[in-house]
């Protein structure tokens, strides 16, 4: 798709396939988030109709990439406002492949800083999926027979929510320990 047509996209659509050339190409910064270090690197991507910045997510292209033509798939366009107007934006998520069009080897290296011909890391982490498998095992446990069985122990004596809490997690880590 041709960056022109790209940005006359809503912000939020995903899937976009994105060839250009590399004009510019930023130093990659490294952030510590609630999953681990992980490295962004912001690049300008051109073909002849435009240009458009684009977020790599969890790779890190060699400063030789600049000029070089690439194909971005399965990417995202975001946006966010600068000085009252509006700014698209491509993101490349961490699964993406960037396949350089001119048959260039070892031009893009992972997070884990080991050489390929394509930077490709794992998908991050959907948080609705997590929320709702920290919801499935929290039923999970809240159901348990030995869980039902401390709970109302607890409650006769006259226990606070914190202290059931507590005494329930332990004695399933004790029981579990002793399988």
């Known amino acids: 798709m041709k960056i022109k047509d790209i940005l006359e996209l809503d912000a939020g659509i995903e899937g976009i396939t994105a060839e250009g050339q ?27 109709t435009g240009s458009i910045g684009a977020k790599v997510i969890g790779a890190t292209l060699e400063p030789g990439c600049k000029g070089k033509v690439v194909k971005l798939e399965k990417i995202k366009l975001i946006s966010y406002e600068k000085d009252g107007e509006e700014v698209k934006q491509l993101e490349v998520p961490k699964k993406v ?26 998908q991050p982490i959907d948080h609705k999926v997590l929320f ?15 869980a ?6 607890c409650t006769e004596q006259g226990w606070r929510s914190d202290d059931v809490r507590s005494v329930v997690i332990s004695r399933l880590i004790e029981k579990s320990r002793n399988r």
């Open 22 to 48: 590399i004009t510019k190409l930023f130093d990659p910064k490294e952030y510590d988030g609630p999953y681990g270090t992980f490295t962004t690197q912001f690049l300008v991507l051109e073909d002849d």
């Open 97 to 122: 492949t960037i396949q350089f069009l001119d048959g260039s080897a070892s031009t893009a290296t992972s997070t884990t800083k080991s050489t390929v011909k394509s930077a490709s890391v794992k």
């Open 132 to 146: 709702l498998e920290a919801i499935k095992e929290a039923t999970e446990l809240l159901t348990h027979p030995d």
């Open 148 to 153: 039902i069985e401390a709970l109302k122990q």
